[in-house]
């Protein structure tokens, strides 16, 4: 394990320590703690090929004539947001 010296702003200190306290662990337990759901956080975003996968199968659909025509789709989203078709 290594060891890492932050500077933390009196509040955050404060916070940490308080959380520490109420759930009955040292410190550096809840710094790694809220860095590792920081880190998983991120675990969520698809990658390059996931989404390059996603756009693949999207377009094999479209030209397969599958979906709803993009005049459709583009009435929904100016209800959706308010955007009058003359004002555009």
Not at 12 to 37: C, D, G, I, T
Request: hydrophobic residues 40%; glycine residues 4%; charged residues 35%.
């Amino acid at each position: 394990m290594a060891d890492l010296t932050l500077h933390l702003d009196d509040e955050m200190l404060v916070r940490l320590q308080s959380e520490a306290q109420q759930r009955k662990m040292p410190l550096e337990a809840v710094v790694n703690a809220a860095l590792e759901y920081y880190f998983e956080e991120d675990d969520d975003e698809p990658t390059k090929e996931e989404i390059l996968e996603t756009l693949r199968l999207s377009m094999l659909d479209a030209l397969a004539g599958k979906g709803e025509p993009i005049e459709d789709a583009l009435a929904e989203l100016r209800e959706e947001y308010g955007i009058n078709a003359d004002e555009s």
